[in-house]
């Protein structure tokens, strides 16, 4: 949703409609603590992020996710998604923040989100 934790959030958000039940349904079931509370986890994720690693059918999701959901600060995602995606956000990046930039590179190389991003955190 960092990401299940951002994936948890990330995940919330779906290009095409006909994919958005099932694929939201997966995700508010996660519990963001669980990856992001536990090292092994959370670095399988990120690795899957990276590209350095295989992903989980929940973290290959929340990969594909990213971009939109950076872009659009979640918005495609319910009120719930949201509030997860700020949960996971504000834990993952205070604690993570090499991993958060290692994110940002790759899914926002223009540095055009991060602003909006960080003002969806603090709001």
């Not at 951002?6 to 995700?27: N, P, R």
């Not at 700020?86 to 993570?96: D, E, R, T």
């Not at 790759?106 to 969806?120: C, H, L, M, R, S």
């Amino acid at each position: 949703m960092i990401w299940i934790l951002l994936i948890a959030a990330f995940a919330g958000c779906s290009l095409a409609e006909e994919e958005t039940i099932d694929y939201y349904k997966v995700f508010e079931e996660i519990d963001p603590d669980l990856i992001l509370d536990n090292d092994r986890i959370l670095q399988t994720y990120l690795k899957c992020f990276y590209g350095e690693g295989p992903c989980n059918t929940h973290a290959q999701l929340a990969k594909e996710s990213i971009p939109d959901v950076l872009a659009t600060v979640c918005g495609r995602c319910s009120d719930k998604q949201k509030g997860i995606f700020k949960y996971s956000l504000n834990k993952f990046v205070p604690a993570h923040p090499k991993d958060w930039e290692r994110i940002l590179s790759i899914y926002d190389p223009t540095g055009e989100a991060w602003p909006k991003v960080k003002a969806f955190m603090e709001s």
